[in-house]
């Protein structure tokens, strides 16, 4: 059985039998795996605390030729992230995150993908509890981007007619980006989006999370960034915890 | 082959049980005699039938409230909020709370579309409303989607005049400090305690 030897975050993990876990791990050179992790529920097992969820480690697995499930031989923690814990905000849009690696990702090797994650969990973990949206949004985007979907925001997504920053346009989500006045009558069902929306999906995808929404421009995006996953990424199965974390069901408390 | 086959599907969607093991089974239970095969039907006929949550605590009891519920000597007062039912047995065994449970039911997760709907905190804050609770001791497992739902049912218990306290975290008793993760230690030397 191969070794298979790589950097690797959880992003989810569930329990299997009495004392064992099922793993679902972003690697760096494999991209999602699953594994079983042998014991890991016992307080004295191989792996300690390590498989905690958004944990980043060195993982070894036993790759298994043809099977969708490894065995986890060892998992060397290198970062927690307990912060996402400590805010609801935090932890939703964190699994949101999770869950677009696990349903888009695939097992194909992307470093710059991995980065991109185990930057945007740690932007989350830091995040101001009044800030996790903002937070939340621009990861999305970021991950969106290095999955191979980055929105044309410059210039018309169908005729390429540069368009200026200060004006409204037209989103669409078929067309995968802003179109001009002329195009958007080719492409019904998008939506006006403002200069400044346009503006905060840029700044986001640039890796600049300063932006500052209201709380109705951060539902619109929310809105805006539902519906183009479900234009260019989602197969029919829903997304779940971006639901969660779109309708802050949980923050009521 | 109906019966067999009936029967193989049925044990295969037992968790850990796959096809092959499933009929394995289902041959074992063939070579037995008919009356130890009732024996185990009638169990789970019974199990199907008898076993349910209680209404209080969510406990799993074949009476119409859970042993600890009915037993008088317990301190209704501090209340012991754990994920699972099979957890409240891991706490008894320690014989040191003589306090009363209430099972959650599961932990938040968005991942598998676990919300505070699909747990009993809203009946968890009934019981505490009564006014009858001084402290509720959150007892989830200690990781992130457990920490979370202590968050969740802490900042729902906030506005009731009672303390909520989560259970301590560290070394495992008899474990070698050489051998403890970095996490767990520290998260003992956070939560370290004076000497008297």
Known sequence: ?253 | MGAIDDLAAELSKLPGIGRKTALRLTYHLLKRTPEQSKRLASALTTLAEKVRPCPQCFNLTEEDLCSICRDARRDTGVICAVEEASDIGAIERSGEFRGVYHVLGGRLSPLDGIGPEDLTIPQLETRVSAGVVREVIIATNPSIEGETTALYVQRKLARYPLTVSRIARGLPVGGDLEYADGVTIAQALTARRAMS
């Open chain 1, 1 to 253: 059985m191969p070794l298979l030897a790589t950097e690797a975050i959880v992003l989810h993990a569930f329990d299997y039998l009495e004392s064992s876990r099922i793993i679902r791990l972003l690697t760096r050179e494999a991209g999602v795996q699953s594994a079983l992790a042998r014991g890991a529920r016992k307080s004295r097992g191989r792996y300690g605390t390590a498989l905690d969820l958004f944990a980043e480690g060195s993982a070894q697995l036993y790759v298994k030729p043809n099977r969708e499930l490894h065995n986890l031989a060892s998992f060397e923690i290198s970062r927690t992230r307990g912060e996402l814990a400590e805010d609801i905000g935090r932890f939703t849009a964190a699994s949101t995150i999770a869950e677009l690696a696990l349903r888009f990702a695939g097992e194909a090797d992307n470093p710059q993908l991995y980065d991109t994650i185990a930057d945007v969990l740690d932007r989350i973990a830091r995040s101001a509890p009044e800030r996790t949206i903002e937070d939340g949004l621009a990861g999305c985007w970021r991950v969106v981007s290095v999955l191979g979907f980055t929105p044309e925001l410059s210039s018309c997504a169908l005729c390429h007619t540069p368009l200026r920053d200060s004006d409204d346009t037209t989103f669409s989500h078929s067309s995968g980006g802003i179109v001009c006045p002329a195009c958007s009558k080719l492409a019904p069902g998008g939506r006006r989006i403002p200069s400044a929306a346009r503006a905060a999906i840029r700044h986001w995808l640039e890796g600049d999370d300063s932006v500052h929404l209201i709380d109705a421009e951060a539902r619109s995006h929310q809105r805006l960034l539902r519906e183009f996953l479900g234009a260019h990424l989602a197969d029919d199965r829903p997304l779940r915890a971006f639901a969660v974390w779109e309708h802050e069901r949980w923050s009521a408390a």
